[in-house]
């Protein structure tokens, strides 16, 4: 039963029984309908309350219905909303925890709302890249003002109850109900009920008016505001349009023409992108062959080991979730070091308004400083982050194996490093997991849980559920060298440098691929990073893979010292102090002189081809960790993208958006670019699985 349905002495009560969030999809859509008419026809009902079971009204509609015959089959939930308008005994929302969506525009066709204190109201469509396409658009301006009512739904974001219920003049709830919700809301279903039956008329949102003094001004004036915000996505404008459509037009017009935007948005790839992106981040939590109830260990103190870059930043996300951590350090002046810029970081953000000096007081105090391996006997969990060199790994997991308590979990951060050869130098194998940070540790969002081949399942469930209370978004990796992200980086990388040599300039790729949507391109990336990473991996591998081929022109660079912003110079010039990239007269000239010493004559190259070469290269091996287990979804990898490489969220990760293109396209692409004499054919070769999708006409993700 996805609605219950008891009798209150007069008053009917139908309530939303359908976990996680009561969400609107069909089956409750039916059980509601349903009951309604049940209670429209029995003589002893005075008047219907509708509420939600459990922590909240609803979720509102089910958004994996989207798309599908389930989402318009009757009753939809405008045919719904308008069975619930059109009652003849009054239909009372009873509102608690939250209402969101379509819950709320439900609640909108209610003749009355009374509300919990603290519940949580939002029409959050547009984060989605919709609008509220079930009357909200038109609903709630005519109950709130217009102001606030838009505010609402372009930005999405939640208001609480009580803040709604003291506006004056605007009445989205008649009553916020203090003790019991439901007695409280049959009590007052009950007496508008009797007064109906004495010949009260039922109060409608559609019969009242939306009002702005003087609407073409204010909209025009949000338009702009809107622009300049929503640049990427068409959403936040459409939103304008139906709410000023509410204002100017009768409500049914208003609600064709919600309906037309709604069905128009829904079809942007904007809006797929975002829902992908939405449902990636769900799914990426969950992994094929760890079951959802595995039991977690305990997690109540953490050890670092190593306070520099990372270190630093790795501890601070604890310490912010209130897990009492203690660092660990070879030498005092690092530990002193480490310890000076994780308050500063904390001084800027009290600075900046965004910490209470007393919270950060209560962090500082969670922190222990040690050096010494005994200090780490009672963590939980302990985490490496030292220099990026086995021969130390070896020495700091051989130490931990000796403190660390049974059960205790052994995390490295190594971006490069084969984790099975880390957790072979402790006894317990099945303890140890990769936890890949990224740089800034407190401030990226993205952790690439790498799985060991002997790492236990209790483990990776443990380091998930904690990755959902440090906020970060974590995603599954096997090991292979540079993991998902950095391993797809190389590839894109490559063909940067191949671009150089065949006629680009560092600004040219970076502008086109910037104006693709990602936040840096991949020479000011490079300059942020610090171009000397990249310079010791490609010495790496001039060793183990020396056929493999790039460009010389990252080598030249760094052979002059430019390392990027921290040496002033890079693939551009930097004033001092600033980090404004300046073109380089003299990288472009070491970039034109390295292409004549290969007999290259330079041929202009168009934004779209920079743009393809450089996504696509990303597809491609995308794939291939998809082939081989390392990756174990296609939305895995763009939740990686967009969560720590800046790919741009409008169009879902490379995956995402290699299906968008079509992938008998993308083979297409990858088929001419590898006719180019200057790239490199092998490169080109699609990897299998894409080969064999493009074949079937069939995509990487859902
Ligand atoms: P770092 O040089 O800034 O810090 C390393 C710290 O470890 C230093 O403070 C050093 O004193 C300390 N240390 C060295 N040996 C030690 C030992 N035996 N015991 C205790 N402390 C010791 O390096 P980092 O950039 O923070 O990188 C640390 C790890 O994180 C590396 O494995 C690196 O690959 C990885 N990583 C770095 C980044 C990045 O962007 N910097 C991103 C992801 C992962």
Redesign the pocket.
């Known amino acids: 039963m996805a609605v219950r349905y008891d009798l209150h002495g007069e008053v009917a009560v139908l309530t939303l029984d359908n976990p996680p969030v009561n969400g609107m999809g069909l089956a409750t859509r039916r059980e509601l309908s349903a009951g309604l008419e049940r209670a429209l026809a029995d003589a002893e009902v005075l008047a219907i309350v509708i509420t939600g079971a459990g922590k909240l009204f609803s979720g509102g509609a089910d958004i994996k219905e989207f798309g599908s015959d389930k989402a318009i089959a009757e009753p939809n939930l405008h045919s719904l909303i308008r069975q619930v308008e059109a009652a003849t005994k009054p239909v009372v929302a009873a509102i608690h925890g939250s209402c969101m969506g379509g819950g709320l525009e439900l609640s909108l066709a209610c003749h009355y709302r009374v509300a919990a204190p603290g519940t949580q109201v939002a029409l959050p469509e547009v984060k989605l890249g919709l609008l509220p396409g079930a009357g909200g658009t038109q609903r709630l301006p005519r109950v709130l003002y217009v102001e606030t009512a838009l505010n609402m739904i372009v930005s999405g974001e939640a208001v609480k109850s009580e803040l709604l219920a003291s506006l004056p003049g605007q009445k989205l709830f008649d009553q916020i109900v203090d003790g019991e919700l439901v007695a409280g809301a049959a009590a007052f279903a009950a007496a508008k009920g009797r007064e109906h039956a004495a010949g009260a008329a039922l109060p409608r949102v559609r019969d009242l008016k939306a009002r702005h003094a003087n609407p073409d001004a204010y909209f025009q004036f949000v338009r702009n505001t809107v622009k300049a915000m929503a640049k990427h996505f068409p959403a936040p404008a459409r939103c304008v349009d139906a709410v000023e459509a509410a204002v100017k037009r009768d409500i049914e017009a208003g609600l064709a023409y919600e309906r037309e935007l709604f069905m128009a948005l829904m079809f942007t790839p904007e809006s797929q992108a975002l829902r992908h992106a939405f449902f990636a981040e769900r799914a990426a939590s969950r992994i094929a062959d760890v079951p959802e109830d595995t039991p977690v260990r305990s997690v109540t103190r953490v050890g670092v080991?190593?306070?520099?870059?990372?270190?630093g930043g790795i501890t601070m996300n604890f310490l912010n979730a209130g897990i009492p951590v203690t660092l660990?350090?070879?030498?005092p002046e690092?530990l002193e070091?480490?310890v000076a810029t994780i308050r500063r970081n904390y001084e800027a953000q009290v600075r900046k308004g965004k910490l209470k000096e007393d919270q950060y007081q209560q962090r500082l105090a969670l922190l222990k400083t040690t050096l010494a391996y005994e200090d780490l006997r009672d963590a939980d969990l302990i985490i490496e982050?030292?220099?990026?060199d086995m021969g130390?790994k070896e020495?700091?997991f051989r130490a931990l194996d000796e403190v660390a308590k049974p059960g205790a979990i052994l995390a490295?951060?190594?971006?490069?490093?084969d984790l099975d050869r880390i957790a072979a130098f402790t006894k317990r194998p099945e303890d140890v997991v990769g936890l890949?940070?990224?740089?800034p540790a407190n401030v990226m969002k993205l952790l690439e849980v790498v799985r060991g081949a002997q790492t236990a399942k209790d483990v990776l469930a443990t380091v998930m559920q904690l990755a959902k209370k440090i906020r970060k978004t974590a995603v599954v990796s096997g090991v292979c060298d540079g993991f998902i992200g950095n391993r797809m980086i190389e590839q894109y990388a490559r063909q940067a440098g191949f671009l150089l040599d065949e006629g680009c300039t560092p600004q040219q790729v970076d502008r086109a691929i910037e104006a693709f949507g990602f936040a840096m391109g991949p020479f000011r990336m490079g300059d942020l990073?610090g171009n000397d990473i990249g310079w010791a991996i490609r010495k790496r591998r001039a060793v183990e893979q020396p056929q493999l081929r790039y460009s010389k022109t990252a080598d030249l660079l760094c052979e002059r010292g430019r390392f990027g912003q921290k040496t002033g110079a890079g693939w551009y010039d930097y004033a001092p102090g600033r980090r404004d990239a300046i073109a380089s007269p003299l990288v472009e000239e070491m970039v034109a002189r390295h292409r004549a010493e290969l007999g290259i004559a330079p041929r202009a190259i168009a934004d779209d081809e920079i743009v393809h070469r450089l996504v696509y290269a990303l597809v491609n091996e995308g794939a291939r960790l998809l082939e081989e287990g390392i990756a174990g979804k296609a939305s895995d990898i763009d939740m990686v993208y967009l969560t720590g490489y800046g790919f741009p969220l409008w169009r879902g990760g490379p995956m995402c958006y290699a299906d968008g293109q079509g992938l008998f396209n993308v083979v297409q692409a990858m088929k001419a670019f590898a006719r180019n004499p200057l790239d490199d054919a092998g490169f080109w070769t699609p990897a299998p699985l894409l080969a064999r999708l493009a074949a079937e006409g069939r995509r990487f993700t859902a």
């Open positions: 080991v190593g306070a520099g870059t990372m270190g660990l350090e070879s030498k690092a070091r480490g982050a030292v220099f990026e130390v020495q700091v490295s951060n190594t971006s490069t490093l890949h940070f990224f740089s990073a």
